[in-house]
């Protein structure tokens, strides 16, 4: 994630990753965003609300499901790393603001990047 976050001009910036199961993860879905059952991955940003003269070098939190990314792994074919530098790049993403669920061109984009970054770590 250091090569990702490099690329995104987030030198010196930390991560949380939280790495659980279907069921917590789909407590936490719908406690905080009120929606029910699992998801692969949700992200809590921690610049949301801050003043612009006060910055944190926190970014925010990325909650990766392991039981629903060994069943995309498996469902895609992809090998299970790769599904969870997906998830990861993914909720990096969603911790700077991109929101595929907010329209067509949004979304886009946001999976334009996704591939732009795993390529960038696959480089190695």
Do not use: Q
Not at 114 to 121: G, V
């Amino acid at each position: 994630m250091e090569k990702v976050l490099g690329d995104l001009a987030c030198h010196n910036k930390e991560l949380s990753i939280l790495f659980t199961d279907d069921d917590r993860i789909a407590r936490l879905n719908n406690r905080y965003l009120e929606r029910e059952g699992p998801t692969n991955v949700l992200a809590f940003p921690m610049a949301v609300g801050l003043s612009p003269k006060w910055e944190s070098t926190m970014l925010g939190d990325v909650v990766i499901s392991i039981d629903t990314a060994v069943r995309e792994s498996k469902e895609s074919g992809e090998p299970l790393a790769y599904t969870i530098d997906r998830l990861l790049i993914h909720g990096v993403l969603h911790l700077l603001g991109y929101d595929h669920e907010k329209s067509v061109s949004e979304a886009r984009r946001m999976e334009n990047e996704e591939k732009r970054l795993m390529e960038l770590i696959r480089e190695d």
